[in-house]
């Protein structure tokens, strides 16, 4: 009897690295009568049922811990003892074209997965370290180009205000904010998308190492900063076309928010632009520290748009609890209003219900908790106020008061109604809005 009949293997299907048809299979002829064949395809399956964007294997003396990357969350996996992983990793790396007798030296290779009708590429990347070998699977996946505001979570009603705002058509500036890793582009293309395009020539200034997916009725016009070009290179010809709004993704210094307001200014034309930021203000304290001219740049803007992502709950197996007046009184929730939160359920093998029948992970999440991400969206109108305090470098904390003075709905408050929604947790509410800022997004 085969390995494959003795036991019942996750039907993956592996497409090894090799030059022709020949050499792949010869290399999975190779790997289907080890142990490592069968171990290996339960930590393909396992990995794609979780939607593991990362998976890492940490090889000690004795065991192999496992560790799935899932929606930007690290989670453990079960471990295994060291020979099942060795059989596991020579199989793998096998199916990866690389040489599994070498376990100190920095290797990578590739392999394609198919499982539950999707297809997913896998890289391997192995390394030896101080304890044993560290290897790294990444999983491409497909995804679904998301750009609508709605299909992101913005609430109906800014969905509404937005478009309100984007109808301005004389000089002025609108500021859309994110952070890297946490739907950065996402939140501009949604906002883009947002916009009357029907009756109004848009063009988007794209470095050309940078240029992102097209925008539908967005014209993109390109610069090479390998040659001297910089966003305003373009401009005199763009003009000849008589655009009537220009949309620019990257703020590189000072002098760009300068001359973007100059362009603004001369030809009464709206121009949106994009920085990274946590939420509103700290995107406008961000802008202001590339050093341009503030007096310029607070006259100029009107609005800013800003986006976080943080996971949803499982709507299949979250918790619902009575919350307690001083919880939702943080919140910022009227008390009685709200009679029920949600909390994830999250599985832990071994755990047991009432019957002390074992429970098992639900089907939906693989027993995370979460699946799937939203976004919190925050919109700020830059009263005079405002931009007075702009001018005159105010700092985080004297903006934030001026526009809490002015009725406006923070980040935090923003959350707080996904949370009474049931659509988050109070937990990653708090994981999100702490989290320290990542790198910045290329």
């Known amino acids: 009897m085969s390995f494959d009949e003795e036991y019942d293997r996750p039907p993956v299907v592996f497409v090894p690295a090799g030059e ?18 069968f171990t290996s395809s339960v930590l393909i ?7 593991s964007e990362v998976t890492v294997l940490d090889y000690t003396a004795n065991q192999v811990t496992v560790r799935y990357q899932i929606d930007g969350i690290w989670h453990s996996g079960n471990p295994m003892d060291r020979e099942t992983g060795d059989y596991m990793l020579a199989t793998l790396k096998q199916l990866a074209g690389m040489d599994y007798r070498e376990r100190r030296q920095r290797q990578t ?17 192995s390394q030896g370290v101080a304890t044993g070998e560290r290897v790294v699977i990444y999983l491409t996946w497909k995804k679904d180009v998301i750009d609508k505001v709605e299909d992101l979570g913005m609430r109906e009603s800014m969905q509404e205000q937005l478009k309100q705002l984007l109808r301005f058509d004389e000089k002025g500036m609108m500021l859309v904010a994110g952070m890297s890793k946490e739907g950065y582009t996402s939140a501009w293309r949604g906002v883009l998308n947002a916009c009357d395009r029907l009756t109004r020539d848009f063009y988007v200034i794209e470095e050309e190492s940078l240029v992102e997916e097209e925008v539908i009725n967005f014209g993109s016009v390109t610069f090479d900063s390998g040659k001297g070009e910089t966003a305003m290179s373009p401009i005199p010809a763009l003009m000849l076309r008589e655009p ?4 620019f993704n990257d703020l590189p210094d000072g002098k760009s928010v300068d001359e973007i307001c100059d362009l603004s200014n001369k030809y009464n034309m709206p121009v949106y632009v994009r920085a990274q930021g946590r939420n509103c203000i700290e995107a406008i304290r961000r802008v202001a520290k590339l050093k341009p001219d503030l007096g310029k740049f607070a006259k100029l803007l009107k609005f800013v748009v800003c986006m976080r992502t943080l996971r949803r709950l499982c709507p299949k ?6 919350p ?17 939160l949600y909390q994830p359920f999250i599985y832990r093998q071994g755990m047991l219900d009432e019957d002390e029948e074992e429970i098992q992970p639900c089907e939906h999440c693989s027993g995370i908790g979460y699946k799937g991400l939203t976004g919190i969206f925050e919109l700020l109108t830059v009263t005079d106020e405002l931009k007075k305090a702009i001018a005159q470098k105010a700092d985080t904390k004297s903006l934030t008061k001026i526009a809490a003075a002015n009725r406006h709905v923070s980040m935090r408050q923003e959350g707080a109604i996904l949370v009474a929604k049931g659509e988050t947790s109070v937990e990653e509410l708090q994981r999100v809005l702490t989290a320290k800022p990542k790198s910045k997004a290329k």
């Open 109 to 125: 290779g590739n392999f394609g997965t198919e499982f539950q009708k999707a297809k997913q590429k896998a890289r391997v990347v």
């Open 317 to 322: 197996c979250r918790i619902e609890y009575p």
């Open 20 to 37: 022709d048809d020949e050499q792949r299979e010869e290399n999975l002829e190779m790997v289907k009568p080890s142990p490592g064949y």
């Open 45 to 51: 399956a396992d990995a794609i049922i979780k939607r």
């Open 244 to 247: 009537n709004v220009l949309a």
């Open 324 to 340: 307690h007046p001083k919880l939702l009184q943080k919140l910022g929730l009227p008390v009685g209003r709200v009679a029920s």
